[in-house]
Nanobody, 120 residues
Framework: QVQLVESGGGLVQPGGSLRLSCAASGSIFSIGDMRWYRQAPGKEREVVALISSGDNTDYADSVKGRFTISRDNAKNTVYLQMNSLKPEDTAVYYC??????????????WGQGTQVTVSS
């Protein structure tokens, strides 16, 4: 059974930084695209950043130049480095990955979410 477990959320002041991590575990053959999403209260979930299996990246306009997505394939882990945080970045952040697992083949998996709060 494949699981994604996030860590690194918390409370930070405006202008501060946080680094989120998301580790995949289980009987994994390979991992394709990995994404970070976020959902603020009363809003729809939105994609924040994407990194492909070939390390190509893309970002939402609202975070370009402030957030950096990266991955460590040896650790089956994706990261989101968030700098110059703003109050409007406050949300629950979710990782998402397309994973080829033993017995079940390719599937779309989600983490449980981690809260990021930007406030003074």
């Amino acid at each position: 059974q494949v699981q994604l477990v996030e860590s690194g959320g918390g409370l930070v002041q405006p202008g501060g930084s946080l680094r989120l991590s998301c580790a995949a575990s289980g009987s994994i053959f390979s991992i394709g695209d990995m994404r970070w999403y976020r959902q603020a209260p009363g809003k729809e979930r939105e994609v924040v950043a994407l990194i492909s299996s070939g390390d190509n990246t893309d970002y939402a306009d609202s975070v370009k130049g402030r957030f950096t997505i990266s991955r460590d394939n040896a650790k089956n882990t994706v990261y989101l480095q968030m700098n110059s945080l703003k109050p409007e970045d406050t949300a629950v952040y979710y990782c998402n990955a397309v994973i080829r697992a033993e017995f079940t083949g390719w599937g779309n998996y989600w983490g449980q979410g981690t809260q990021v709060t930007v406030s003074s």
